[in-house]
Structure formats: structure tokens, C-alpha cells
């Protein structure tokens, strides 16, 4: 069955009974986030999406922006509020290529994952402008099925309207450091005069979200025929992790999310060899009003 999920009425009716019992709103608030019931903002795709290399070039990487959803929302029960971001949940559907020839199988070893990035609107757009310049990049970058080789070459062709947000933690995450090509990024040919990313490093501009577990089987026969990983990641008022072995610590993700930003989930694949076979994913945002 799946979980009651309140609308917005929903919670405005409870806000008011709750107020009409003579509860200050500070408790109300309180009591609201601690039962969890929380507006839900959602969005999912079902595009089937392959990322590998066909040259099988020694130094493969591929970036993807399979999915994305706006950090929007409207005005809260009360017009001096600010609603606030509570919690963000991923649900990703995919596999690797099914084989290794390291002594892998089985773990989250992998140059198969996915990263989640935060793409914020530059200022001197208007949020109309700024909407539509977000909207025509995503379209047009799924539309012709554009691989990146890194999530920094990709924002070069945003021109100048949006721009990458910097991780806040300044060591690099746990999953990227099995080899170095997890942790180097990969200059494009249209990004070899770009002294700033040739300096930079992989996961300053995102959060490691999830590996793939490596050769995992997608027999009918066999466990689930594709993986599903469930990943949730709390904001540090109401902190809430899931996941395993393979999952990011999300450290500082929810809280660096401001109104207008775009959350965009990146399919990645890195090394000769490895691929990205994407069946879906959706993504969850949980905030109070």
C-alpha cells in the first residue's frame, strides 16, 4: 500500500484545527514536522537510457542529465512563512554491464553511478527568462541524446544563465576513490582551454548519490530483474538517511537547496568498459507549509 501523502489542503486543516485548540504556531509547526506530514513535490521519468562507450577509449566518461525538478513552492498557510525543505527521496532503476574482470562483482565498487547536482539561476536573469533558458537546455540536451564528459563541461553550454553549486565538503566522497579516474575529470575537446576545470576535481559540483551494484545479474530468474535503489536524504533539522553500501551521505545536500534551483540527477559512467543502462528514476521533494 502505498503511503498517505497529504495535499496541501490537507494540511491546512489540520494547521487550523490545531491553531483553533489555542497552540501557539511555533508548536504547530513542531508538531507537524515530527509526524512527518509534509507536501509532496514529485517528478519521475521512464526515458530507457544507455550511457557506454562504443570507442572503448581508454578514458571514457559520460555525464547525463536524465532527470530534473525544480525547487518551487508556492506560498505557504501563512503569507510571513517561508516553507521549507524537509526532505528529498530517489528512487533509481538501473544496472551496469553486467560482467567485470576485476575482482568486484557483487560490490559498490564501481565507475557505473549516479550524482545528483544543484543548478542555480543566476541574478541578472528575471525567473521567467531564467525558467525557460533551464528548460530549452534540458530539451534540447535530451533531445539529442547529449552526453557530457563531465557535469562542469555540461554547465559551460547553460550560457551564463545558471551555474553549478559548490559541494560544501571539501573531502572527496568515500565511492569516488577506488581509482583515479573517479576522481580526475575528463576534459572534453571543447573544454581544453578551460584552465579552471582542468584544475578542478570530480564531486566539487555534486553529491554522489548512488553506485550500481557491479555485475549485478538481470535475469528473469534470478533476485530482481533490475535493481531498485531507494535513496533519502534529510535535511540537519530532521535528519534521515537510506540507503547501503553504495549510497552518498547527501552531507549539506538539502540544506544548500534554495527556492528556484534546479535538482538534476545525473546517470555517470567513467573507465573502459563500463556502462549506465537507465530504466527510470523519480525524485521526491518533502517540505512543510
Not at 23 to 51: G, Q
Not at 160 to 185: D, F, K, Y
Request: some cysteine.
Amino acid at each position: 500500500m502505498a503511503p498517505y501523502i497529504p495535499s496541501r489542503n490537507c494540511v491546512y486543516d489540520v494547521r487550523t484545527t490545531l491553531a483553533s485548540f489555542g497552540l501557539p504556531n511555533e508548536i504547530i509547526l513542531t508538531i507537524l514536522d515530527d509526524a512527518r506530514y509534509w507536501v509532496e513535490h514529485r517528478r519521475e521519468s521512464t526515458d530507457l537510457k544507455v550511457l557506454m562507450d562504443e570507442a572503448f577509449s581508454l578514458d571514457y566518461s559520460a555525464a547525463y542529465p536524465y532527470l530534473a525538478i525544480q525547487a518551487s513552492w508556492c506560498s505557504s498557510y501563512d503569507d510571513s512563512e517561508t516553507p521549507k525543505l524537509k526532505e528529498v527521496e530517489f528512487l533509481l532503476v538501473s544496472h551496469d554491464q553486467g560482467w567485470t574482470t576485476e575482482d568486484t562483482h557483487g560490490t559498490y565498487t564501481t565507475s557505473s553511478f549516479w550524482e545528483v547536482s544543484i543548478i542555480r539561476p543566476n541574478g541578472r536573469f528575471s525567473s521567467h527568462k531564467s525558467l525557460l533558458a533551464f528548460s530549452r537546455w534540458l530539451r534540447d540536451t535530451q533531445e539529442d541524446l547529449k552526453v557530457y564528459p563531465s557535469l562542469e563541461s555540461a554547465s559551460r553550454t547553460l550560457s551564463g544563465s545558471h551555474s553549478l553549486v559548490r559541494r560544501p565538503a571539501a573531502s572527496m566522497e568515500a565511492q569516488r576513490l577506488h581509482c583515479n579516474e573517479m576522481t580526475s575529470i575528463t576534459i572534453g575537446e571543447d573544454d581544453a582551454d578551460d584552465q579552471m576545470m582542468s584544475a578542478s576535481k570530480e564531486g566539487e559540483h555534486a553529491w554522489y548519490l548512488q553506485s550500481n551494484e557491479v555485475a549485478r545479474g538481470v535475469s528473469v530468474f534470478d533476485d530482481e530483474m533490475v535493481p531498485r535503489h531507494k535513496i533519502t536524504w534529510g535535511c540537519s533539522a530532521y535528519p534521515n538517511w537510506t540507503g547501503n553500501a553504495g549510497t552518498g551521505s547527501g552531507e549539506g545536500f538539502v540544506d544548500r537547496i534554495q527556492h528556484g534551483d534546479w535538482i538534476v540527477l545525473w546517470a555517470r559512467a567513467k573507465r573502459r568498459g563500463w556502462e549506465n543502462h537507465i530504466l527510470g528514476a523519480r525524485v521526491m521533494l518533502r517540505y512543510n507549509i
